[in-house]
Nanobody, 118 residues
């Protein structure tokens, strides 16, 4: 059974930094794209950043220049370094990974709360 386990959320003041981690575990052949989504209260879940297996990345306009996504393929782990945090970054952050088991399928982490105080 494939699992994504997130860590690193918390409370930080505006302008501060946090680093999220998400590790995939279980039996699978390979991981394609890995990414981070977020959902603020009363809003739809939105893409924050994604990184494919080759290393190419894509970011939401709202986080470009402040957030950096990276991955360690040997550890099946994706990271999100968040700098210059703003109150509007407050949300539950979810890890997502497209993983080959029998077929390629999207998996989700349980979510980690990020709260940025003004």
């Amino acid at each position: 059974q494939v699992q994504l386990v997130e860590s690193g959320g918390g409370l930080v003041q505006a302008g501060g930094s946090l680093r999220l981690s998400c590790a995939a575990s279980g039996r699978f052949f390979s991981i394609n794209a890995m990414g981070w989504y977020r959902q603020a209260p009363g809003k739809q879940r939105e893409l924050v950043a994604v990184i494919i297996s080759g290393g190419s990345t894509n970011y939401a306009d709202s986080v470009k220049g402040r957030f950096t996504i990276s991955r360690d393929n040997a550890k099946n782990t994706v990271y999100l370094q968040m700098n210059s945090l703003k109150p509007e970054d407050t949300a539950v952050y979810y890890c997502n990974a497209n993983i080959w088991v029998v077929v390629a399928k999207d998996y989700w982490g349980q979510g980690t709360q990020v709260t940025v105080s003004s």
